[in-house]
């Protein structure tokens, strides 16, 4: 069975921080590139964030880079986005996302991953 397991969104008030983490239950998670996307209400679903399935490339999208950082770990199996000075704009439900193994991908494309999760919400208050 294969499926990702989001946590850690909540209610924060703007500036603050917040830690999501995604938990893969996937063949060859080491060899998955991995990412978040989100999605506002009203709004298509955006790239925020990913990570080589290497793990020595990431990449981010334009309105989150210097705020939040993607990480990777291969014996937990598990994806973090760290998330810092947060903003209202920022609220929106978090996904993450694995891409086919050993597959290249465009890292911010969000059709090339198969795999996803439900989702968590973030919602940043001013």
């Known amino acids: 069975q294969v499926h990702l397991v989001e946590s850690g969104g909540g209610l924060v008030q703007a500036g603050g921080s917040l830690r999501l983490s995604c938990a893969a239950s996937?063949?060859?998670?080491?060899?998955?590139?991995m990412a978040w996307f989100r999605q506002a209400p009203g709004r298509e679903r955006e790239f925020v964030a990913a990570?080589?399935?290497?793990?020595?490339?990431?990449q981010y999208g334009d309105s989150v880079k210097g705020r939040f950082t993607i990480s990777r770990d291969n014996v937990k199996n598990t994806v973090t986005l760290q998330m810092n000075s947060l903003k209202p704009e920022d609220t929106a439900i978090y996904s993450c996302?694995?891409?086919?193994?050993?597959?290249?991908?465009?890292?911010?494309?969000?059709?090339?991953?198969?795999?996803w999760g439900q989702g968590t919400q973030v919602t940043v208050s001013s």
């Open positions: 996302a694995a891409a086919p193994v050993a597959t290249m991908v465009r890292l911010y494309e969000i059709n090339d991953y198969d795999v």
């Open positions: 996937v063949t060859s998670f080491k060899l998955r590139a």
């Open positions: 990570i080589a399935w290497g793990g020595g490339t990431t």
